[in-house]
Each structure stands twice: as C-alpha cells, then as structure tokens.
C-alpha cells in the first residue's frame, strides 16, 4: 500500500469518527437532530470505506 493511499484510508476512517463524535453531541439539541443524522450517516460511510479499502489493498499485497 503507497503511503498516500494509507494516508488517504487514515483520514476517511479518521473523518468518519469525528463526524460521529460531532453528531453525538448535535443529538442532545433537538433542533440540530437532523444535521446529527446525517453526520452519524456520512460517519458510518467513511468508517466503512476506510475498513473495505485497507482489506482490498491487503488483500492484494
């Protein structure tokens, strides 16, 4: 794996954590629930594809 794909699979799952700590803290104001849902979707998106990218590439090499 080349080191700016690592990096690039490193931010995506890195991304996708902090946008569940943000969304867990939108959740206790209910006027901003919605943006919380979106961030827990787009969270779990990028947790995800960062695990499937390094399985793919480990896989590989």
């Known amino acids: 794996m080349t080191p700016r794909v690592r990096a690039l ?3 995506l799952g ?3 954590g902090l946008a569940f700590v943000v969304g867990s ?3 206790l104001n209910p006027d ?3 943006e919380g849902v ?3 979707i787009y969270g ?3 947790m ?3 695990r499937l990218g390094r399985l793919w590439l480990d896989r590989e090499g």
């Open 9 to 11: 699979l490193t931010l």
């Open 14 to 16: 890195l991304s996708g």
């Open 25 to 27: 803290v939108l959740f």
């Open 32 to 34: 901003r629930y919605t």
């Open 38 to 40: 979106y961030l827990f």
């Open 44 to 46: 779990s998106t990028a």
């Open 48 to 50: 995800l594809l960062e």
